[in-house]
């Protein structure tokens, strides 16, 4: 009587035990994920001019709450040798355009940082590259709803190992230009892609989309 007693005091409080690590543990994982799993609305971006010139800073929230205060965001195509053109996909928890397959790359120029640091910084984090050569093409404003952003593009030929970032990505690959003449208008792109690789690409180098 005395073993089966002591053997189910000891069952429970490992049960008690078992049960108070996993409500703290999965809590504690949650949090990890919502905290990870969105934009930063805090985060400094310089408002500049449409030359590029800074003339202050204003948060992530505010130049995405319709302010169209302009701010300036980098781009890079990255193309590999057979022509054809990597894409990231945006994860659904972004504040802009969630689920949209977009350019390599693209981010924001942080408050203190040159475009050209900021896209060092935004090639190494989302797709591990570091070894590339860019080459700019120019710049120009983009309106949209929620904000104005100043976009500086550039261009690179990568025949390397692609690495998407599992933080801020949602996988990428490489695309013909024939998937994405067909993908275009369909939701599938996002705007601000389809825009920009007409005009830099599709209709300024190739042939124009028929």
């Known amino acids: 009587m005395i073993l089966l007693v002591t053997a189910n005091i000891q069952l429970f409080m490992f049960r008690s035990k078992f049960w108070s690590i996993f409500f703290f543990f999965v809590p504690l994982q ?21 030359t590029g010139k800074v003339l202050g800073c204003a948060t992530r929230g505010e130049c995405h709450s319709g302010s169209h205060l302009l701010h300036p965001v980098v781009h890079l195509h990255v193309f590999n040798s057979k022509g054809e053109v990597y894409l990231q996909k945006r994860p659904e ?3 802009i355009q969630p689920g949209k397959w977009d350019t390599a790359v693209g981010g924001h120029v942080d408050y203190g940082e040159t475009p050209e640091e900021a896209l060092m910084r935004e090639v190494r984090e989302e797709l591990g590259i570091t ?16 904000e104005s952003e100043l976009v500086y593009v550039n261009r690179t030929v990568y025949d390397g190992a692609v690495n998407p970032s599992a933080d801020e990505l949602a996988g990428g690959r490489f695309w013909t230009l024939d998937e994405i003449r067909k993908a275009m208008g369909k939701q ?8 920009e690789f007409q005009r830099f690409f599709l209709k300024n180098i190739l042939n124009p989309i028929k």
């Open 188 to 195: 599938i792109l996002t705007p601000n892609f389809e825009s």
């Open 93 to 95: 928890w972004k504040d």
């Open 30 to 50: 949650a949090k990890k994920v919502t905290m990870m799993n969105h934009d930063n609305m805090e985060e400094r971006f310089p408002v500049v001019d449409a």
């Open 131 to 146: 070894d590339f050569v860019p080459e700019r093409l120019g710049m120009y404003v983009f309106d949209s709803q929620r």
